[in-house]
């Protein structure tokens, strides 16, 4: 029976194919189908195509190299999970539909055709929805640290100053982050002054400023000076209303002039010049 559902595909795959771009273009809110090329739409749907027949042999085994390049793909095109999922539904349901118009299903054998369709589709989609799994969580775990690794660069500007713009939320993973960079940064970039600069970070509570007093002293310890720049009037309330204690490192209200006070401790100042 195996062989006739195999031999029935291939014979119609282009018709099946036909019928599952367009029922997966009428899915709500879908839009690879819609937005994406045609050349493109065509070879993704042969792939999955290819995919879901692969295991229709005497063993029912999965191909776990297909799945995993086509869930790599998929993962990459933004395919929601629900979506994957509605793709196999809708693939299945053709497959048996388009095998009864072709009367390879019939009333004497549609018992023990559904059961074969159980056990084809089943086992594939636990494989395809594991590695979809798996690699979403591998995709969005790369993406955290590259967005860590962006948000928290130590940026020489001058000989001797460098500057560590802060974007965003700090929790005590991105603190430990930011002081690793920081101290190689210093050293690697031979830096006499640091400017912190949290222009960028929404709030600072007793947790935030442990964590820059840390980074400050650290960078204290490697012989280079720490400020901290960019305190909106806000931000410089909710310090003094925590009882905050930031007097042992200076403290600018700007870059700008963070920029000019860590000009001046390593003796240097910008001049206008005169045409």
């Given at each position: 029976m195996n062989k006739i559902t195999i031999e029935g595909i291939r014979q119609n795959m282009d018709e099946i194919i036909e019928r599952w771009i367009k029922m997966m273009k009428e899915e709500k809110g879908e839009r690879f189908f819609h937005f994406m090329?045609?050349?493109l739409i065509e070879k993704t749907s042969r792939e999955f195509a290819e995919l879901m027949t692969s295991n229709i042999g005497e063993?029912?085994?999965?191909?776990?190299?297909?799945?995993?390049?086509?869930?790599?793909?998929?993962?990459?095109?933004?395919?929601?999970?629900?979506?994957?999922?509605?793709?196999?539904?809708?693939?299945?349901?053709?497959v048996f539909e388009l095998l009864q118009e072709k009367e390879?299903?019939?009333d004497a054998n549609f018992k023990s055709f559904n059961q074969l369709f159980k056990n084809w589709i089943n086992p594939l989609r636990e494989s395809i929805i594991d590695a979809y799994s798996?690699?979403?969580?591998r995709t969005v775990s790369l993406q955290k640290i590259a967005l860590q690794e962006l948000s928290?660069?130590?940026?020489?500007?001058?000989?001797?100053?460098?500057?560590?713009p802060l974007v965003g939320t700090i929790d005590t993973e991105r603190a430990k982050l930011i002081m690793e960079n920081l101290l190689e940064g210093v050293v690697d970039q031979r830096a006499?002054?640091?400017?912190l600069d949290i222009t960028g970070v929404p709030v600072v509570d007793t947790m935030v400023a442990h964590h820059i007093?840390?980074?400050?002293?650290?960078v204290r310890l490697v012989g280079a000076k720490c400020m901290l720049v960019g305190i909106r009037p806000e931000i410089a309330q909710t310090i003094v209303a925590l009882g905050i204690n930031l007097h042992e490192f200076t403290t600018k209200s700007t870059l700008q002039k963070g920029m000019q006070a860590a000009l001046a401790l390593t003796n240097r100042k910008i001049v206008e010049v005169e045409n």
């Open positions: 090329p045609d050349h063993t029912n085994a999965a191909d776990a190299e297909k799945i995993n390049d086509f869930t790599e793909k998929v993962v990459r095109f933004g395919w929601a999970i629900k979506f994957v999922n509605k793709a196999i539904d809708n693939f299945s349901d053709i390879v299903i019939n798996a690699e979403w969580e928290a660069s130590l940026i020489p500007v001058f000989d001797k100053i460098s500057v560590m006499e002054v640091v400017l007093i840390q980074a400050a002293d650290a």
